[in-house]
C-alpha cells in the first residue's frame, strides 16, 4: 500500500524531534541539494510579525485574485489540514503532490540534521518553484531573522505587522529583541510596510531599516488609515482612497486591511481590486461565527458559537475591544499551549467575560491541562472551572446560564483547528 503525505509528515516530525534551533544553515545546505527552489520563485512578498500576518496576506490574496492573479501562500500553522500551508494559485497544494514533494527533500536531506518546519518550508519553495503564478505570498514561521523562509535574498516587498511579546523562548525578553528578530526580513532597496507599533519596537525597526537600507512606509506617517461609517480612508502618501469594511470581523481588520492595501497598491493594484478583495476576503478562526455542525446544532435559541485562534497579550486585548460592544453576555471555552503567557492573554478579557470553562487541545503535548489552564483564568479573576471536553463546556455554559450568551472559543490556534475539523 502506497504511503501518505500524513504518513511522511508524521516520520519527519520523529525522525527530528530537536528543539527548535533558529539558523538558516540547514535549509541553505538542503536548498542546495534541491538546486535551490527559492531563487526560482514568482515575486515575493516576506510577512513578519506576531499578530495580523495571517489576516494581511490573506487580504492582500482577496485583492491579487480579484485582479486576476495567480497567488501562490505560504503560511503556518495549518488548522485542519497541512496541505492548507502550501497554497498553489489559491488552491491547497493536492495529495499526490505533497507526497512527492516530501518524498524528495527527505531524500536529498538523507540523514543530516533539520527541523520539521525547515523541510516542509523547503517542500514548499519546491511547490511553487514548478507552479507559475504571478506573486508569492510568504509569511515567517518564528522571528524573522534566522526563519527558514528568510533565505529569499531580493523580496519585492516586505511588511511587518504589530510586534508583540511571543514566543519569548526563542526570540528575547524585551519588546525591542523581538523587534529586532522581525526586522531581520528587511533588505536593502526592498521597501518595507510597517503597521502601527509601539514607541520601543518602532525605533528598533526603523534603525534596522537605516543600517541596512530599506525604504519604510510606516502607519501613522507615510500611509494613515481613517475609519468611516461605510469602511475607511486610506492616505497612502499624496493620494486618498475610500474603501469598503473587510468581510474580516473585528476593529482591528480595518488596520490590517489599510496595511494590505498600501501593499497591493505597490504592487500595481487598482482601487477597484483592493475594494473588490476587501468585500471577498475569508480567514477562517480569526473571530469566526460558527452556523455548523454538532455544537452549533445544540445551542438553544438565540445563542451563538464564536471561534478565535488568537494567544497573546494583544489578541486578547483585540478580542476585549470587540467584547465592549456585544450587548448579549460573554462565555469563554478556552485551552492554550504551555508555551504562551495565559495570564498575559486572559488578563485583558477579565472584565468581559461572565464564565469560563476550561479544556485540554486533544492531541497536543504541550497542551495545558484543563485544570491548570482554569488556575490560570481564575488567577486572572475570571469565575472558571475544568472541563472534560469541548461539548461538556458548551453544555455545562448553557445548563447554567440565566439568559442566551455568546460563546466564544478562544486560546489557541491548535484548539481552533480542532473545532474546525470536528464541528466546523
Same mark, same amino acid.
Given at each position: 500500500?502506497?504511503?501518505s503525505?500524513d504518513a511522511?509528515l508524521e #516520520?519527519?516530525?520523529?525522525?527530528h524531534p530537536?528543539?527548535?534551533d533558529?539558523s538558516?544553515?540547514r535549509?541553505?545546505?538542503?536548498?542546495?541539494r534541491?538546486?535551490?527552489p527559492?531563487?526560482r $520563485?514568482?515575486?515575493?512578498v516576506?510577512?513578519a510579525?506576531?499578530?495580523g500576518k !495571517?489576516?494581511v496576506?490573506?487580504?492582500? #490574496?482577496a485583492m491579487l485574485?480579484?485582479?486576476?492573479?495567480?497567488v501562490?501562500?505560504y503560511?503556518?500553522p495549518? %488548522?485542519v489540514r497541512?496541505?492548507?500551508?502550501i497554497?498553489?494559485a &489559491?488552491?491547497?497544494v493536492?495529495e499526490?503532490?505533497?507526497?512527492?514533494l $516530501?518524498e524528495?527533500c527527505?531524500?536529498?536531506?538523507?540523514e543530516?540534521?533539520?527541523?520539521?518546519f525547515?523541510?516542509?518550508?523547503? =517542500?514548499?519553495?519546491?511547490?511553487?518553484a514548478?507552479?507559475?503564478?504571478?506573486v508569492?505570498? %510568504?509569511?515567517?514561521?518564528?522571528g524573522g531573522?534566522?526563519?527558514?523562509?528568510?533565505?529569499?535574498a531580493?523580496p519585492?516587498?516586505? =511588511?511587518?505587522?504589530?510586534?508583540?511579546m511571543d514566543?519569548?523562548?526563542y526570540l !528575547?525578553?524585551? %519588546?525591542p529583541e523581538?523587534?529586532l528578530?522581525?526586522?531581520?526580513?528587511?533588505?536593502p532597496d526592498?521597501t518595507?510596510?510597517?503597521?502601527?507599533?509601539r514607541?520601543?519596537?518602532?525605533?528598533?525597526i526603523a534603525?534596522r531599516?537605516?543600517?541596512? &537600507?530599506?525604504?519604510?512606509?510606516?502607519?501613522?506617517?507615510?500611509?494613515?488609515?481613517v475609519?468611516?461609517a461605510?469602511?475607511? *480612508?486610506? *492616505?497612502?502618501?499624496?493620494?486618498?482612497?475610500?474603501?469598503p469594511?473587510?468581510a474580516l470581523? !473585528?476593529?482591528h481588520?480595518?488596520?490590517?486591511a &489599510?496595511q494590505?492595501?498600501? /501593499?497591493?497598491r505597490? /504592487?500595481?493594484?487598482?482601487?477597484?481590486a483592493i475594494?473588490? &478583495? %476587501?468585500?471577498?476576503?475569508r480567514?477562517?478562526?480569526?473571530l469566526q461565527?460558527?452556523?455548523?455542525?454538532?455544537l452549533?446544532?445544540a445551542?438553544p435559541q !438565540?445563542w451563538q458559537?464564536?471561534?478565535?485562534?488568537?494567544?497573546n497579550?494583544?489578541a486578547g486585548?483585540? /478580542? =476585549?475591544?470587540?467584547?465592549?460592544g456585544?450587548s448579549? +453576555?460573554?462565555d469563554?471555552?478556552?485551552?492554550?499551549?504551555n508555551?504562551?503567557?495565559?495570564?498575559?492573554f486572559?488578563r485583558?478579557?477579565a472584565g468581559s467575560?461572565r464564565?469560563?470553562?476550561?479544556v485540554?487541545? +486533544?492531541?497536543?503535548?504541550n497542551s495545558?491541562?484543563?485544570?491548570? =489552564?482554569?488556575a490560570?483564568?481564575?488567577?486572572c479573576?475570571i469565575?472558571?472551572?475544568?472541563a472534560?471536553d469541548l461539548?461538556?463546556?458548551?453544555a455545562e455554559?448553557?445548563?447554567?446560564?440565566?439568559?442566551p450568551?455568546r460563546? $466564544?472559543i478562544?486560546g489557541?490556534l491548535?484548539?481552533a483547528g480542532?473545532?474546525l475539523a470536528e464541528?466546523?
Amino acid at each position: 500500500m502506497s504511503q501518505s503525505s500524513d504518513a511522511v509528515l508524521e #516520520r519527519l516530525t520523529r525522525l527530528h524531534p530537536k528543539i527548535i534551533d533558529l539558523s538558516l544553515g540547514r535549509i541553505e545546505r538542503l536548498l542546495s541539494r534541491l538546486g535551490r527552489p527559492d531563487r526560482r $520563485l514568482p515575486p515575493v512578498v516576506h510577512v513578519a510579525g506576531t499578530n495580523g500576518k !495571517g489576516s494581511v496576506i490573506a487580504l492582500l #490574496r482577496a485583492m491579487l485574485e480579484a485582479d486576476g492573479q495567480r497567488v501562490h501562500v505560504y503560511t503556518s500553522p495549518h %488548522l485542519v489540514r497541512f496541505h492548507e500551508r502550501i497554497r498553489l494559485a &489559491g488552491e491547497p497544494v493536492p495529495e499526490t503532490d505533497l507526497l512527492a514533494l $516530501l518524498e524528495i527533500c527527505e531524500a536529498a536531506n538523507g540523514e543530516a540534521s533539520i527541523t520539521f518546519f525547515e523541510i516542509t518550508t523547503a =517542500a514548499a519553495f519546491l511547490a511553487f518553484a514548478q507552479s507559475p503564478a504571478d506573486v508569492l505570498l %510568504l509569511e515567517v514561521g518564528l522571528g524573522g531573522r534566522l526563519d527558514a523562509t528568510n533565505v529569499i535574498a531580493r523580496p519585492a516587498l516586505t =511588511a511587518i505587522t504589530p510586534v508583540s511579546m511571543d514566543h519569548m523562548q526563542y526570540l !528575547g525578553e524585551t %519588546l525591542p529583541e523581538i523587534a529586532l528578530e522581525k526586522a531581520g526580513i528587511l533588505k536593502p532597496d526592498v521597501t518595507a510596510v510597517i503597521a502601527r507599533q509601539r514607541p520601543e519596537a518602532a525605533a528598533v525597526i526603523a534603525a534596522r531599516a537605516a543600517e541596512v &537600507g530599506a525604504p519604510l512606509l510606516r502607519r501613522d506617517q507615510e500611509w494613515e488609515v481613517v475609519p468611516q461609517a461605510d469602511g475607511f *480612508r486610506l *492616505r497612502d502618501g499624496a493620494e486618498t482612497l475610500q474603501l469598503p469594511h473587510p468581510a474580516l470581523i !473585528g476593529a482591528h481588520q480595518l488596520d490590517n486591511a &489599510g496595511q494590505a492595501a498600501v /501593499l497591493a497598491r505597490r /504592487l500595481g493594484l487598482p482601487a477597484t481590486a483592493i475594494a473588490a &478583495g %476587501l468585500r471577498s476576503v475569508r480567514w477562517p478562526a480569526r473571530l469566526q461565527h460558527l452556523t455548523t455542525g454538532p455544537l452549533v446544532a445544540a445551542l438553544p435559541q !438565540g445563542w451563538q458559537l464564536w471561534l478565535d485562534g488568537g494567544h497573546n497579550a494583544q489578541a486578547g486585548e483585540m /478580542l =476585549a475591544a470587540e467584547a465592549a460592544g456585544w450587548s448579549d +453576555p460573554l462565555d469563554l471555552v478556552y485551552g492554550m499551549l504551555n508555551t504562551k503567557a495565559a495570564a498575559d492573554f486572559l488578563r485583558p478579557l477579565a472584565g468581559s467575560v461572565r464564565r469560563l470553562r476550561a479544556v485540554a487541545i +486533544p492531541g497536543e503535548a504541550n497542551s495545558l491541562s484543563a485544570e491548570e =489552564a482554569a488556575a490560570h483564568a481564575r488567577a486572572c479573576g475570571i469565575a472558571a472551572a475544568p472541563a472534560g471536553d469541548l461539548e461538556q463546556a458548551v453544555a455545562e455554559l448553557m445548563a447554567s446560564a440565566e439568559r442566551p450568551a455568546r460563546i $466564544l472559543i478562544c486560546g489557541s490556534l491548535y484548539l481552533a483547528g480542532k473545532v474546525l475539523a470536528e464541528h466546523g
